[in-house]
């Protein structure tokens, strides 16, 4: 097979979402930016977060022995601007002994500054006899890949459901497709539900298109079993778009995921 074909044991809905690393520069990655990406005009934001575990992550994954695992990502917008392509570069901010905390900067084909972020790692030791694949064949792999263009949402996709907007509630079954090596789901696929529900949430309750301007995530424990489901509160009054986003595991009973959003008007 052509190295820069799509393999089927990479179509899965995180492989869709485009996010690839630079070859040239290992601090860097970018996305292309189509609709089905996006809402209201504006690339969502888990793709984004999926830009930052590519570049980050998998620049760790290629010199740390241990495993890496994502335990936080904060992310606000820069300018709400409709983009074709977005660029990250991320900048060290701590590599410590047990957590590597660093920064991103994200801007779109002009220049212009669309996002910041900070995502954090914790380092987890490999199980006896358990081996780390070879991550710089890997990135290489990807970042020549022609990924198939989408034909549809990405949370269609991922196979998240809006059961009632009111109470923020959404669901997914995980399937195979959005799960990473050892079952979990994997963290963009949680950011893209934690901002579903907010995002819905907001819409209900101020009666008018809304973007998710910034969210915070903590990652808890991974979904495994599902259904995964969400429900969503305001911090404060409406006005100020403060929203807190509970992700449960219902198949464990167990909170898997936490978030909290800012939402605004369209």
């Not at 590599?95 to 801007?107: F, T």
């Not at 995530?217 to 409406?238: E, H, K, N």
Request: proline share 6%; aromatic share 6%.
């Amino acid at each position: 097979m052509d190295e820069t074909e799509f393999p089927t044991d990479f179509l899965s809905v995180m492989a869709r979402m485009g996010a690839r690393p630079d070859l040239v520069d290992p601090s860097k990655g970018q996305v292309q930016v189509n609709d089905y990406l996006c809402s209201n005009g504006i690339i969502r934001i888990a793709p984004l977060m999926l830009l930052a575990d590519t570049v980050v992550g998998m620049r760790l994954e290629s010199f740390i022995e241990d495993w890496t695992f994502t335990t936080d990502f904060s992310f606000r917008r820069g300018q709400l601007v409709p983009s074709k392509r977005i660029e990250a570069k991320s900048t060290i901010l701590r590599h410590g002994k047990k957590l590597l905390v660093e920064k991103l900067e994200y801007v779109d084909e002009k220049g212009i500054h669309v996002g910041h972020a900070q995502i954090t790692f914790i380092r987890t030791p490999l199980r006896e006899g358990e081996v780390k694949p070879d991550v710089g064949k890997v990135r290489d792999r990807m970042g020549h890949m022609q990924v198939p263009p989408l034909e549809q949402t990405v949370e269609e996709l991922a196979g998240i459901t809006i059961e009632d907007a009111a109470t923020g509630r959404v669901s997914m079954i995980p399937q195979e497709a959005v799960r990473r090596p050892g079952g979990f789901v994997q963290g963009a696929i949680m950011t893209l539900i934690g901002e579903v529900s907010a995002q819905v949430f907001a819409e209900s309750h101020l009666g008018s298109p809304c973007f998710v301007t910034g969210i915070d995530v903590r990652y808890l424990i991974g979904g495994r079993s599902g259904p995964l489901t969400t429900s969503a509160a305001w911090i404060g009054s409406p006005e100020r778009g403060s929203i807190q986003v509970t992700l449960t595991d219902e198949g464990h009973d167990v909170i898997s995921c936490t978030f909290l959003a800012q939402v605004e008007p369209c």
